[in-house]
Every structure is written in C-alpha cells, then in structure tokens.
C-alpha cells in the first residue's frame, strides 16, 4: 500500500516542490492550494489536486474525508500554506491580523486535529509544518507575520511530546532564503499597509530589502528535500533549518543577546534595503538601446 501524504499550498513555490518530490518517492500525493488551475502540472504527473482554503472548515473536513476514502489512510501531512502580511503594527487593520493567523496558524491546527483520529488509529504517521527562520528571529514591520511562526513552533514543540506517546512524529522545517513569491508579495503589501505614513522611510526600506534577490538563493528543491527526508527517515529530527542562511541565523540568534541581535538585524535590513535602492536607481539611469536610422 502506497505512503499517503497532503500537502497544502502547492500551487507554486515549496508545496509544489514538496509534492512532486513525494510523488517521485513514490507517494500518494494529495496536493491542495486555493487555485486549481495553479496546479495543473502536478495533476498531469498523477498528484492528485483539490481547491481548497484552509480558512474553510468544511473544505478541510471534506479534504480529510476524500483522501481517506479513496487512499485508507493518511501518513504525512505537510502543512505548508501560509503568506507574509508585513506592516507597522501601528498600521496593520486587526482584520488582516487575524487572518495571518487563520492562514498561517489555525489552519495548520485545524488539518492537525481532522488527520489525528486516522493518525492514531493507524499507531504512526508525520506532521510536518512549514514555519521559517522567522521564527527564531525578527525584522522591523514584521510583527503580525513573525507572530504567527513563532506561534506555529509553539504549538509544534507541544504536540511533538503530546503525539510521541502514539508513534506520531511532528517536524518543523525552517526556511531561510528561498526563491519562490513570498519576497515580492510581503515587499508590496509592506508598501501598501505602512508607505506614505509615519513608517513611510522604513517601510520602503525594508521592503527593497525584502524584495532583493540575493544572487545565492536557495531554490524551493532544498525545501522539499528536507521535508522528503522528515517524511521516510525512520527517526526524523525536530527541526529542519534549510536553505541560505538559515542555520547561520538560528545558530547567531542562540549566540547573541538581545540588544546585540536587534543591532544586528536593522543594520542588516538598512544595508539590503540601500543596496537595492541603488540598484534600482542604476537601472533607472542606464542608457535605452540605441535606435537605428
């Protein structure tokens, strides 16, 4: 009988990356994000495809009851789907922070609590969350996003020890620099909540920070390959840092005290920020092609 994984957010980036990785191991891939159309090329490999939000209860029940009907089973459940909604916290409306942590938290929770009951009656299985080096370090108008992976840990530390017991394992991966869409759309909703005000110079800042592409970048493949390895290893670790400059941050953040790491990470933002400020400028000041006669 094939191993039966879900993967939410597939629709590009680490989810799509994670499913065909599974479904090359020879896993039985149930990939869903809230654009079906997004996912077509996994459906023409055999990944199965689903639309589904996971603010939707009844989405994620009916999600559960389909793949356990059509497989039997659940083994791993890859809980993916998230995005990065930046701003001052002065500056972001509540609605939008509660739904960070409808996204990026409550419905991780939620899939957790519908896979459980096939989970223990099977006596094993995995639940892997995708969180990031975010949460274990922090940026400037980034609070509503880093509070949500932060809480994702938390509740993944405490349902590690409570599942052991059941032969269930609970991973966290965490990202570091990766290419895949979340730089551009965090930079552009930072301009769109906290631009033009009080935060006005930070926030452009910051967001030509986060939407630089560092020329080392790590593609979503590392991602996946990590998740691959907490999926089939027979003793998985608790957390997989992945990624460029993922160890390098966690490792700094245990080093250094408080003070000393938000020194730290403003100048970092400052630099990355002024970097790619002056490269936009270049490019704006660059010669056109010259036009024959």
């Given at each position: 009988m094939s191993t039966v994984a879900v993967v939410t957010g597939a629709s590009a980036g680490i989810g799509a990356a994670t499913a065909f990785r599974l479904h090359e191991l020879g896993f039985t891939v149930y990939a869903v994000a809230r654009r079906l159309d997004r996912m077509a090329s996994l459906a023409a490999v055999g990944i199965h495809t689903a639309s589904v939000d996971v603010t939707d209860d009844a989405a994620l029940v009916a999600l559960v009851d389909r793949v356990v009907t059509e497989s039997g089973r659940i083994d791993v459940l890859v809980?993916?789907?998230g995005?990065?909604?930046f701003g001052a916290l002065e500056d972001v409306p509540m609605d939008e922070a509660r739904r960070q942590f409808e996204v990026n938290v409550f419905g991780a929770a939620r899939l957790c609590q519908l896979v459980l009951p096939q989970l223990?009656?099977?006596g094993a299985g995995r639940?892997?969350?995708v969180s990031s080096v975010g949460a274990r370090l922090y940026q400037p108008l980034g609070s509503w996003y880093h509070s949500t992976k932060y809480a994702l840990e938390g509740l993944s530390d405490c349902l590690r020890v409570e599942l052991k017991p059941l032969g269930i394992h609970v991973v966290v991966i965490q990202p570091g620099g990766i290419a895949?869409?979340?730089p551009r759309v965090a930079g552009e909703q930072l301009i769109a909540t906290s631009g033009g005000g009080a935060y006005d110079e930070h926030a452009r800042r910051y967001a030509a920070a986060l939407m630089s592409e560092p020329e080392h970048i790590s593609p979503?493949?590392?991602v996946a390959d990590a998740i691959a390895r907490a999926a089939t290893a027979r003793r998985p670790r608790t957390r997989y840092a992945v990624g460029r400059g993922a160890r390098a941050a966690v490792f700094a953040r245990w080093l250094l005290p408080d003070r000393v790491f938000d020194r730290l990470v403003v100048a970092l933002f400052t630099v990355l920020?002024?970097?790619a400020a002056r490269r936009a400028r270049s490019?704006?000041?660059a010669p056109g092609p010259e036009l024959g006669t």
């Open positions: 809980n993916n789907a995005y990065g909604s223990r009656a099977q639940i892997i969350n895949t869409e979340f979503p493949s590392v920020g002024d970097i490019a704006e000041q």
